[in-house]
């Protein structure tokens, strides 16, 4: 981070999404086309930052990124951990159907 550089957080009222939301994260299967891996579930539990990177992609644009624990340990399309949590940016996120 830059010095005299600010990161907000994201803006749960604005947002839709804010702690405490069960989420599905839509992952990004453009080079796994083949996985049927499901995507994961989880909730958030913090709100991240306005730039950084993110589960699997490097933010590039200033999108709101959330912290996401996930229901079950999840394993990445690339066979990467198991992951407990990971930071999700929202366009990757959709609010989970209620049970």
Excluded: C
Excluded at 25 to 45: E, K, Q, T
Excluded at 46 to 51: F, K, L, Y
Excluded at 66 to 74: A, I, K, N
Excluded at 80 to 95: F, I, K, N, Y
């Amino acid at each position: 981070m830059a010095f005299g550089k600010k990161q907000r957080p994201a803006e749960p009222g604005r947002t839709g999404f804010g702690v405490g939301v069960q989420v599905v994260v839509r992952l990004d299967r453009g080079n796994y086309p083949d996985s049927h891996a499901p995507d994961p579930s989880g909730v958030i539990v913090a709100g991240g930052d306005m730039e950084g990177a993110a589960l699997y992609a490097p933010v590039t644009l200033r999108e709101a990124v959330w912290v996401v624990q996930f229901d079950e340990p999840f394993y990445g399309l690339d066979g990467s951990g198991p992951h407990e949590s990971a930071r999700v940016t929202q366009s990757h996120l959709e609010a989970a159907p209620e049970a």
